[in-house]
């Protein structure tokens, strides 16, 4: 090998088949970034045509977006009606979708109008691709169901109770803008704590099945009683009205609420003192107690019984109608004890007064006893009628019978009286009725106080002629 002129040492020359292979891998890096911006450039504007089946269209219009993963890839086109009164939702999307592509309906808000838009979740790229004008039938579609929808579904009544609830918190809240803010502060905590909560539903799932099938079962029952729960949301509105109407005064029973606390807290302590003051009587009372159930069971057919007894005690102390109850009776009675307080003194007095006369009566009363059980001996003549008495009027010098013409003449009047003498006024005493008994025992005279009657208010020697 030949020196290097320049004293270096002589390398040999580079390989010329190395070359080729370089141009080679440029090229093919060359083609992928024409293959990709074809792609990016290319492939990617193109506009491909779908038709979505959705059982409504949810308040879609024409040109509402059309999203994939959040980012905006084409607009609804037009939106018609299928002969079994479906939603045909024709779109456009700058993207190819594949089989195993969903669409869903969704809204910025539920409370927005119009505000609605598709989006569309792309089925894998591995998948064989969708051809233009292919449709995503219900099974691949999901419609949302909207608030009024919701509400649709309450009875024209509910709906109306809700609505007037709703207004009802408008008037609880109007003109406390600020102190309904300074509420919202605490709401953070307030989601934290209810985290909390649900965080201990979940810590027992078994328990938690239970509740939730029986919430079930009450949800079943409440709607079976739509009308007592329209009713109960109607007084449920009016209740929230007439608190609301109330602002002031509940303002004033919450702020009087926490002291009324702290002296409950004190009562209650002090009340736990008492219980165990209490415990040595009811161990005392144990034994007493065991036979109360066997009275308390021969009670229940007394106090049966007593339902009626009480019904009428009902209708005894209020009764409609005028002056027929104890109530009215008890409101007449300061008028009657007005009265009685100033007839009775005189009452008094004439008790009194008729005292001696009472005395001397009661001397006669077996005079005036004989005399009606004598009466009865009078009787003694009958007929087919039954006993009678036979009484003949005599002497009463009415006539005089005139001998020379066999006739009877009237005596004048002044004339009649003749006959029986001087008048007479009898003052016969007790047992003075009847003829003197042979032992002397009537007419008797004795003190009032041994039944008789003084000597001075009546004479032993007028009795009745005849032995």
Known sequence: MAANPSGEENNPAPSRSIAPARIAVVAALAAAVIALAYVAFFSGNGSHKYDLLFQNASQLVSGNQVLIGGAPVGSVDEIDLTDDN???????????????????????????????????????????????????????????????????????????????????????YAGRGRDANQTFKYFAPGLNRTNAFVSEF???????????????????????????????????????????????????????????FRQGNTTFVNLRAALDDLDPLIDTAKPATKDLAPFLADLRPVVSK???????????????????????????????????????????????????NLDLLRAYTPDFFNGFGKLGQITGYYDANGHYARAQPTDLNLFNFNTGTGVLDPIE?????????????????????????????????DPPSAGGAPSSTCDPADVPPGP
Do not use: M, W
């Not at 594949?98 to 969704?106: D, L």
């Not at 004339?415 to 007790?430: E, K, L, N, V």
């Not at 009725?433 to 007419?443: E, F, I, L, R, Y």
């Open 86 to 172: 479906l939603a045909l939702v024709k779109v456009t999307v700058d993207q190819q979708l594949h089989e195993g592509s969903t669409a869903v309906i969704r809204a910025t808000s539920l409370s927005g109008v119009a505000n609605h838009y598709v989006s569309v979740s792309p089925g894998p790229n591995s998948n064989p691709p969708l051809d233009d004008g292919a449709t995503l039938g219900l099974a691949d579609t999901t419609t949302p169901v909207d608030i009024d929808q919701l509400f649709n579904t309450f009875p024209t009544p509910v709906r109306r109770g809700l609505g007037q609830f709703i207004r009802g918190f408008s008037t609880t």
């Open 202 to 260: 979940n810590a027992d799932q078994r328990l938690f099945e239970r509740f939730i099938v029986s919430s079930s079962k009450l949800a079943t029952v409440v709607a079976q009683r739509g009308a007592q729960l329209s009713s109960a949301i109607d007084n449920a509105s009016t209740a929230f009205g007439a608190i609301a109407s109330q602002n002031a005064a509940l303002d004033r029973s919450l702020q009087v609420l926490p002291s009324f």
């Open 306 to 356: 007593a339902v009626p007894v009480f019904k009428n005690l009902r209708l005894t102390v209020r009764r409609p109608g005028k002056a027929n109850d104890a109530g009215e009776l008890f409101a007449a009675l300061p008028t009657v004890q007005q009265r009685a307080s100033t007839a009775f003194p005189h009452a008094e007095q004439a008790i009194v007064d008729f005292q001696p």
């Open 413 to 445: 009047p002044s004339q009649q009286y003749d006959a029986f003498g001087p008048p007479h006024t009898f003052r016969r005493c007790p047992g003075g009725a009847s003829q003197p008994a042979p032992d002397g025992s009537n007419p008797f005279v």
